[in-house]
Structure formats: structure tokens, C-alpha cells
């Protein structure tokens, strides 16, 4: 789901920010109205929730959390540019929420500031996406439930794509080619963000390489993601990428506002597409970069925590073993009533009326043949680390393997930490 739109921040700075409790201790707590009853008792719960932009998301989630009676539980709905900072700094406090929603985040595991959620969810592990289990596992632990999956692509005009005789995409040649034949006076080509670093993960899947290896070492560093930063630098300077638009890639208003031919955003932004431009959408995945390289979906999505230092652990735990294991009619809800989404279960995902045709069914069957989740050990540091090589690189012009031989550096620093 998307943030806020009319915030003016970046909804990747919280699709993976993770500033670190250390670094967050530094931060002044949040209000003193923490909505807690009962003085933290045990029949007294509190969790956080960003502000998403879909109306009626927040009256969804207190409906539900009304709906549980074995404790009175309060949605702090946190408004802003700064949820990430508001959290982690709460979590530093006796005001501190016993629920989150978050990412995984091994630093958050380390220090052991969210609960182990392995007895909730073993009974049901198997039904469950197990490309999300794993994101959330660290040496046979599972912490946190997924929510929903949102996968991300790029959206297209077929109308446009016919008028300029343009085919879709399957190469990063291609793209950088549809999006000059598409640029006209008024419209752009392609639209990736501001920076353009919301694809930066995908530019290093679909050259064949990977954020890390499995046992945790840097697997970025290749050719063929230089090449592809190369490209990038060209469409950059093209003079057909989306510049300076009103709004962020995953807002689809540039979209539908006529703005771009081409833009990346995510699968929760479909009923807003089909309701500005009708059935003139299609979406393909990021296209292959180099010869050894594959089209690649990027899956963000939210997940449920518990704060293992709170007073009612135990009570936060039945809490979200209710609401995002045992409730599948909330879970379906929440998942395709606000914006699309993937349910992270899988009889629920297969179940989904809206998810079973059109351009829904489209983006399932992309998230499944092309889909990529977030590593636990890919942390903030390491995503700020990949942020500098695309600014330098592609908005600055400097040499790509410089940029990422000096990345691999920083992440390797952080892998010994992380990992000795």
C-alpha cells in the first residue's frame, strides 16, 4: 500500500528504512499520548501503523482490533514523513507499541527488540509464501508475519505502445529505446522515481547477480551490473525519463495524469490506474540486463511485529496470531479491499476473487515467475551504500565498477559486523 499522497517523502526511505536502535537513541520520543488503558496492563495493547494513503485503510484496521476481545487494543496511526524515526525511537521508551508493522531487519533481531513468533507460526508455515518465511528467518527463528505482498513493476499504455508501434520490453536495450520512441512533447517515455533508485534491486537481479550470496557475502559487485548502471546513465541523460514529477514512483498520478507512457510503481496502485484509464494498462517486469541476465518483480510488503521488550508479550503474540493468522476474512480484506495486494497466505492468495482475472491475475503471475524478496541481511547501511553508486553513477556520470568496488567495501564492512 502506498503512503501518504499528498507527503512529500519517499515511500522506499520506509519500504526498507531500518535507521538502527542505536542510531534512533538519539531521537526524542514520541508524544506523550500513547492511547494505552490500563496502564500497559495485560488486557491493554497498542500498535503502530503508518499512514497509508488508500482511503479506508485506517478504519480497517481499528475495525479489526475492535473486533478482539481478549484485550483492548489501540491503533496509533502515525501521520508524517518519519514513521521509521517515530518507531524506533518509541521503542527506546516505556511508551513503547507491544505491535508493529515493519520489515525484517536482522538488526532488529540482533537486538533483540522483536519477539520470536515460531510458535504462532509453525502450524501454519507451510501455507504460507515461503519465500516470506525465509525473509523473516534467522537460524531456524521466525519473527514477524507477513501482511500483504506488493509486488512491483512497470505499468504501461498499450494505446501509446501501439501509436509509436513500440513493442514491450524484455531487454534493458529495448526500454531505453520504447522510452524515446514514447517521448513526445508533453509525454515522457518512463518514469522511475526521482532518483531512480526504486529500481536499483531489480537493475541487480535482472543482470543476474544478487544483493548477497547465500552464506552472506557481496554479490553485486559484476559486469554486467556495470553495464547495466551504464544504460541507466544513458536513459538518464536521454532527455526521455519522467524528471521532476509532482508526485513519487509509487503514487501513480504521473501515470494517469498523462505524464508518462512508462512508469514503475506497484500492484497497489492498480484500482486507481484502471479508474483514471480503464483497461489502457499492462505491466511487465523489469527487463533482462545482459546476456546471462532475467526480468525481474521486486516484492516489497509489510509485516507484523512483536516487541519483545514490552510488557505484554504474550499478549501481543495472541493478539497477532488472531488478527493476521486465524482471521483470513480480515487477512483477504486487508489484502484486496484497499489497493491490490498479494496475501502473503497461499490459499488466500489462490482464493481471491480479485486477484483471479485481469490485470490482477497479470501481476500474480509475474510476482510468482519473476519475483524477488528482500534479504534480512541486506541492511539499511548496505541499501544507502547501493544508493550512493546509483547517484554517483548515473547522475553523476562517474566510472560504474569504481562505484561498485567502493560499495562492496562498505558492505563487507557491514557484513562483519553483522556476521563476524
Request: charged content about 20%; glycine content about 10%.
Amino acid at each position: 500500500m502506498s503512503a501518504l499522497s499528498n507527503s512529500n517523502w519517499d515511500r522506499r526511505s520506509v519500504l526498507r528504512a531500518a535507521m538502527g536502535l542505536a542510531a534512533a537513541g538519539g531521537l526524542a520520543a514520541c508524544g506523550g499520548n500513547t492511547g494505552r488503558s490500563g496502564g500497559g496492563s495485560g488486557d491493554a495493547l497498542v500498535q503502530y501503523f503508518h499512514a497509508y494513503g488508500e482511503a479506508g485503510t485506517e478504519q480497517a484496521i481499528k475495525k479489526y482490533a475492535k473486533a478482539y476481545g481478549k484485550a483492548n487494543v489501540t491503533t496509533q496511526w502515525i501521520t508524517g514523513s518519519n514513521f521509521e524515526q517515530k518507531l524506533f525511537a518509541a521503542l527506546l521508551t516505556k511508551n513503547a507499541p507491544d505491535v508493529f508493522e515493519f520489515h525484517p531487519q536482522i538488526q532488529l533481531i540482533k537486538s533483540g527488540q522483536v519477539a520470536d513468533l515460531t510458535d504462532i507460526i509453525e502450524p501454519v508455515k507451510s501455507d504460507f509464501n515461503q519465500a516470506d518465511i525465509t525473509s523473516h528467518t534467522v537460524d531456524g527463528k521466525t519473527y514477524g508475519v507477513r501482511m500483504i505482498d506488493d509486488p512491483q513493476f512497470f505499468f504501461y499504455r498499450p494505446s501509446l505502445f501501439e501509436k509509436a508501434k513500440v513493442e514491450v520490453p524484455t531487454t534493458l536495450e529495448e526500454l531505453l529505446e520504447a522510452a524515446d520512441k514514447l517521448t513526445t512533447g508533453k509525454v515522457k517515455g518512463a518514469f522511475l522515481g526521482s532518483d531512480i533508485t526504486p529500481v536499483q534491486h531489480n537493475l541487480i537481479w535482472s543482470a543476474g547477480a544478487d544483493t548477497l550470496t547465500a552464506d552472506n557475502k557481496a554479490a553485486f559487485n559484476t559486469d554486467a551490473v556495470a553495464e547495466g548502471l551504464k544504460q541507466l546513465r544513458t536513459l538518464f541523460t536521454s532527455g526521455n525519463l519522467l524528471l521532476g514529477a509532482p508526485t513519487e514512483w509509487w503514487d501513480p498520478s504521473a501515470f494517469t495524469q498523462g505524464l508518462t507512457a512508462i512508469q514503475w510503481c506497484g500492484m497497489w496502485a492498480m484500482p486507481a490506474m484502471q479508474q483514471a484509464l480503464g483497461d489502457d494498462i499492462g505491466i511487465f517486469p523489469f527487463p533482462k540486463v545482459g546476456s546471462a541476465g532475467k526480468e525481474s518483480v521486486y516484492n516489497g510488503g509489510w509485516s507484523m511485529f512483536v516487541n519483545a521488550k514490552g510488557k505484554n508479550v504474550e499478549t501481543a503474540k495472541e493478539y497477532v496470531k488472531w488478527l493476521w493468522i486465524d482471521q483470513k476474512e480480515y487477512q483477504e480484506d486487508w489484502a484486496t479491499s484497499y489497493g491490490f495486494h498479494i496475501p502473503p497466505r497461499t490459499s488466500l492468495a489462490e482464493s481471491a476473487t480479485k486477484l483471479k482475472s485481469g490485470l490482477p491475475a497479470e501481476g500474480v503471475k509475474l510476482f510468482n515467475e519473476f519475483g524477488h524478496f528482500d534479504n534480512i541481511g541486506w541492511t539499511q547501511a548496505m541499501i544507502a551504500a547501493f544508493n550512493d553508486v546509483m547517484a554517483n553513477s548515473v547522475r553523476k556520470d562517474e566510472d560504474p565498477k569504481a562505484q561498485l568496488d567502493a560499495c562492496e567495501k562498505k558492505v563487507d564492512t557491514e557484513l562483519k559486523k553483522l556476521f563476524g
